[in-house]
């Protein structure tokens, strides 16, 4: 997960963690149970699906811009 430093197997630093999150910038987050952190309300799908929709989030943003 990109807000939590140390996440994606040690791949995300600390300094990475903290150039994104206060970032103006549109966080689209794909929820995975990697980092042994449960994210309330969020339904578990497999990661081509939440790319997939992650994918048309971006779109959509992109036509509102």
């Known amino acids: 997960m990109i807000i939590l430093s140390h996440a994606m ?3 995300l630093t600390p300094q990475i963690a903290s ?3 206060p ?3 549109k966080k689209i ?3 995975l149970a990697q980092e042994g952190v449960q994210i309330v309300g969020v339904r578990t799908e497999r990661l ?3 790319v997939t929709h992650a ?3 971006v779109k959509k943003e ?3 811009v």
Do not use: F, Q, V
């Open 9 to 11: 197997m040690g791949d």
């Open 19 to 21: 150039a994104i999150c």
């Open 23 to 25: 970032s103006r910038a």
């Open 29 to 31: 987050l794909i929820p």
């Open 48 to 50: 081509p699906h939440l």
């Open 55 to 57: 994918i048309k989030i």
């Open 62 to 64: 992109e036509n509102h």
